[in-house]
């Protein structure tokens, strides 16, 4: 039969209560439009109107109030709000149990394109009735024929305002011990699933306690999430290896035909309670899956993932009995998670270069020369979200000791220059050596490593001891050596010191007594002239004495003794005089010798200033003698004059005047054989002077005429007569000095 629509106004806001609702339908066969108690017969009602055309495309409401239990709310196309009663949630709750043999492509509510839904102050809530019941979404955006992956141009819509869509919490039976790729199954069981162009918006609604995904956004879906709104325990992987992770929002911007199209995600950052816990967003939208991803905060704005830092790296050696290595990095930070993503592990050395790295998914090593080879080393071991540790190959660590600098990063791919690096610190496993054990304790624990030590030590230690022992050993022998020869030194020194002084005192010696010798030559002179002396004045008191007796033949005798007197002057002043001119004769020969040229003249004008130095010296001293001599001649006359003017009348004391006078005439005689000696000895060295003076200049000019021979021959022959010259000035300077000699032993055989 066909229905009655009397009042077709009416049937736009139907009512529904399970607690005092009566309709229960399960076909349209009558007008209802109060007193429903299910809601699966307030959309049997609708569907029949809409299928007569009747309130064709205007908006539906659905107000409930109670408790429901329902399978099948799909609206598809048309514009239906569930809407809670006051606005109450908690007193309006929908409870979601899925059939058995429903398809994950199933829902609770479905939109479809064209179709709008709005849920307003309700609670949906997931029963997991079953295995698999928890892959069954409590609402769903799809394409009209209800075939996922296929686009729309008129997107179907989803908002949900104020409500709480929630499963039925951790699934931990899903996620242990199962591996990586496995737990990294993001689009698992989502609550609410948006495909196709659909838009999907939440106004303070909260998304919580998903076995898997909480929203999932693929195929150029849009996905809008307020401030208001929060996203919580969805996903939890308790139990797994990533222990601690979630998933919120996953996108895939992947349509049907397995093309990239843009995906839309836009989400408050106060949604999102664990962004302010632990800096994880557990939102999985990235760019190279198609996805536009903004996480909106005061700060800045989150595109796509956010990249994984590292807070803290250990890089740790173990070495076994046999002394091989394996190398394992530990690591922590934030954002370490795997899943849909490829990330690497970086070790640097401290120049910054790339020495290892390790796919933490693969089991793939990567040297520093960037070539791909294979390991033995397994993927990541996570313990948690935020730790991981990663088995690394040992060849790039065979020198690694714990003073070696590293760091750690690790890196998405495509985004390296975003990840920062952290020093890691090199932990040496079995070089540690074993706890001390407690008083009395006989057990002993050890590895070999322990025992390579012990030995190593125990060899070791003895050899350090006797090498420094050999050392010191030597350096006190060097020390002795060196002590001993600096004493030799000192030992030489002094005997030199001693030597030296020795040779000093000799010659101070032999200088004292030259100085004592000429000493007693004067002071026997002195003693000889004071003895002459007092004779005289005993001979002149004496004479005194008969000088008035013989007055008279004083004059006769006085006479005679004059004229010996002036006789004895004559001779003296012509010894005088030829003194005088053999003196002359030799400063006349010194005259001509300047006439010498001037390639002979500096050595012998020199020569000779220094042989007339020493004659000049030599003539002062031979005329100060003879000046002596002519003293002692002249009071030798007086005392011959007194002695023959007084012979008469002295003739007792003749022979004490005789004996003074013999000694006076030996003093005479020696002081000349003395004068007679040294003037010898003056003409030799004279004679040896000259000669060297001629050696001299006759070499000198020799020497002088053979270099310039080859250069001009004129000037040899000018030299020439100067050679003639000097060989008769030199002839002519030794018969001179003949004659001067000759006459000098003249003057002293008539002095004699």
Same mark, same amino acid.
């Given at each position: ?277 632990? *800096? ?214 002094? *005997? ?73 002057? *004559?001779? *003296? ?180």
């Amino acid at each position: 039969t066909i229905p009655k629509f009397i009042f077709p106004g009416s049937y736009e806001h139907l009512t529904v209560n399970s607690n005092n609702g009566t309709i229960s339908c399960t076909k349209f066969d009558e007008d209802y439009n109060d007193g429903i108690k299910t809601l699966s017969c307030a959309m049997i009602i609708i569907k029949e109107q809409d299928y007569y055309e009747v309130l064709k495309g205007i908006k539906r409401i659905i107000e409930l109030n109670g408790e429901f239990s329902e399978i099948d709310l799909r609206t598809d196309g048309l514009q239906v709000t569930f809407l809670g009663n006051n606005h109450i949630t908690t007193t309006n709750q929908i409870t979601f149990r899925p059939a058995v043999g429903s398809q994950p492509n199933d829902s609770l509510f479905r939109v479809t394109n064209g179709g709008e839904l709005n849920l307003d102050s309700i609670q949906v809530t997931r029963i997991r009735s079953f295995i698999g019941a928890e892959e069954i979404p409590i609402v769903s955006v799809v394409p009209e024929s209800g075939k996922y992956g296929q686009i729309s141009s008129i997107p179907g819509i989803l908002t949900l305002t104020n409500s709480i869509i929630s499963g039925s919490g951790s699934f931990s039976e899903k996620w242990s011990g199962k591996q990586i790729n496995e737990i990294c199954n993001l689009n698992y069981a989502p609550l609410i699933a948006s495909q196709s162009t659909g838009k999907v918006t939440l106004i303070g609604t909260t998304i919580t306690q998903s076995e898997g995904t909480g929203i999932y956004v693929s195929g150029g879906a849009q996905l809008s999430i307020d401030s208001t709104s929060q996203l919580s325990s969805n996903g939890e992987r308790i139990g797994s290896l990533l222990s601690g992770m979630q998933t919120h929002v996953v996108c895939n911007g992947i349509d049907a035909s397995g093309y990239p199209i843009t995906t839309s995600v836009d989400i408050n950052f106060n949604s999102l309670p664990s962004y302010s816990t632990n *800096q994880e967003t557990w939102v999985f939208a990235d760019s190279s899956k198609g996805c536009n991803s903004i996480i909106r905060s005061p700060g800045i704005n989150i595109y796509g993932r956010i990249v994984p830092q590292v807070s803290t790296g250990i890089l740790q050696i173990n070495i076994d009995e046999s002394g091989s290595r394996t190398v394992k990095a530990i690591v922590t930070g934030n954002n370490l998670n795997p899943c849909d993503r490829f990330l690497t592990l970086e070790v640097l050395d401290e120049r910054g270069t790339i020495i290892a790295q390790q796919n933490l998914n693969e089991t793939t090593s990567l040297t520093n020369s960037q070539i791909k080879s294979a390991s033995n080393a397994p993927g990541a071991q996570w313990e948690d979200i935020d730790k991981f540790s990663l088995q690394l190959s040992s060849f790039q660590f065979l020198n690694t000791t714990t003073q070696s600098k590293y760091n750690m990063r690790v890196v998405e791919l495509g985004k390296g220059s975003q990840s920062a690096s952290v020093g890691a610190t090199v932990q040496i496993v079995g070089l540690i050596p074993p706890p001390e054990e407690e008083p009395g304790v006989v057990e002993t624990k050890s590895t070999g490593l322990s025992i390579y030590w012990i030995v190593g030590l125990a060899v070791g230690i003895p050899l350090v001891l006797f090498i420094i022992a050999v050392f010191v050993i030597l350096c006190f022998m060097c020390y002795l050596r060196r002590k001993q020869q600096n004493k030799n030194q000192d030992h030489d020194m002094d *005997q030199r010191i001693e030597v030296k002084d020795s040779v000093i005192f000799k010659q101070q010696k032999g200088i004292k007594q030259k100085s004592n010798n000429k000493e007693e030559k004067v002071s026997d002179y002195q003693i000889d002239v004071v003895e002459e002396s007092e004779a005289r004045q005993e001979i002149e008191q004496r004479s005194l004495n008969a000088f008035y007796q013989a007055e008279s033949q004083n004059d006769r005798l006085n006479s005679g003794n004059k004229q010996n007197f002036q006789d004895g002057q *004559q001779q *003296q002043s012509d010894q005088q005089s030829s003194f005088s001119q053999s003196l002359s004769s030799v400063q006349a020969q010194q005259q001509q010798q300047k006439i010498v040229p001037h390639l002979i003249t500096q050595n012998i004008s020199q020569d000779n200033n220094e042989e007339d130095m020493h004659q000049d010296s030599r003539r002062g001293n031979m005329k100060q003698k003879q000046q002596d001599l002519e003293q002692n001649q002249n009071k030798d006359k007086q005392l011959r004059f007194n002695q023959s003017k007084g012979s008469d009348n002295i003739s007792e004391n003749s022979t004490d005047i005789s004996s003074q006078q013999s000694r006076l005439n030996d003093s005479i005689s020696r002081y000349s054989s003395e004068s007679k000696n040294e003037s010898e000895v003056i003409k030799h060295e004279a004679e040896k002077e000259k000669e060297k003076v001629k050696d001299k200049s006759i070499k000198k000019s020799n020497n002088k005429v053979h270099s310039n021979k080859t250069q001009n021959y004129e000037q040899e022959k000018e030299t020439e007569p100067y050679r003639e010259v000097e060989d008769s000035t030199s002839n002519d300077q030794k018969e001179n000095n003949k004659k001067k000699n000759k006459k000098k032993k003249d003057v002293k055989d008539d002095d004699s």
